[in-house]
């Protein structure tokens, strides 16, 4: 199998994180999604990554999907509850850290057209907080839910240093400090000036 992803994608940087904590190979294809590459769209045809490729040729599209495709590769695997109440609260904090990676990602693509702002913008930046004071209260409660969280937070410092998450929720800050210090984390986390 093979994951199309660009370095700077974060849902992919989720998945290859996943992957490594999962004791997986999980190739990266470089793939930049603006580009409009045909191996991408062939995959995909949203034009989005992550796309991924199985070795029958099949593809999974879109993060949970493959998320919850690499988690069931590894049978008693630890770091999401396979059922009840606390699978679902799991894939609940996977979605609202994903939310927060949307938002920020209209803000990106309107910031590189040069539009910083205006009622849709500002609407971004209101859910990316609330959400990020929910997350807060959602550490610990399962490992891949922790690995979402701190892939999002890293994001908005790759992107939008200028987002004081850390001073807003110290916990957030907590984690941040221990998983970003990983191999995982320290493996994909996006090169300088990226
Ligand atoms: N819901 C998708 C979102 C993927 C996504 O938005 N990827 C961005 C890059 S990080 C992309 O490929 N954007 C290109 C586009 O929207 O055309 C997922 O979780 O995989």
Known sequence: MKLLASL???????????????????P??????????AVLLAANPLGKVPALVLDDGS???DSPVIAAWLLA???????LPIA????WQALTTEALADGILDAAIVLR????????????????YRAIDRALAVLAGRIGDSGFGDICIAVACEYLDLRFPQIDWRGANPALADLQA?????????????????
């Not at 590769?73 to 770091?79: F, K, S, T, Y």
């Not at 693509?109 to 971004?124: E, H, K, M, Y």
């Not at 970003?180 to 090169?191: D, L, S, Y």
């Open 84 to 87: 009840g109440p606390a699978h």
């Open 59 to 61: 593809v999974i599209v």
């Open 28 to 37: 990266l294809v470089e793939t930049t999604p603006l580009d409009d590459p």
């Open 109 to 124: 693509f309107n910031a590189v057209q040069g539009v910083t702002s205006g009622l849709w913008l500002d609407r971004q």
């Open 73 to 79: 590769q590894v049978p008693g695997q630890a770091l």
């Open 178 to 194: 221990h998983l970003g210090e990983t191999p995982a984390f320290i493996a994909t986390r996006p090169p300088a000036g990226a």
């Open 8 to 26: 700077t994608s974060p849902y992919g940087r989720k998945l290859r994180i996943l992957a490594a904590e999962l004791g997986l190979d999980l």
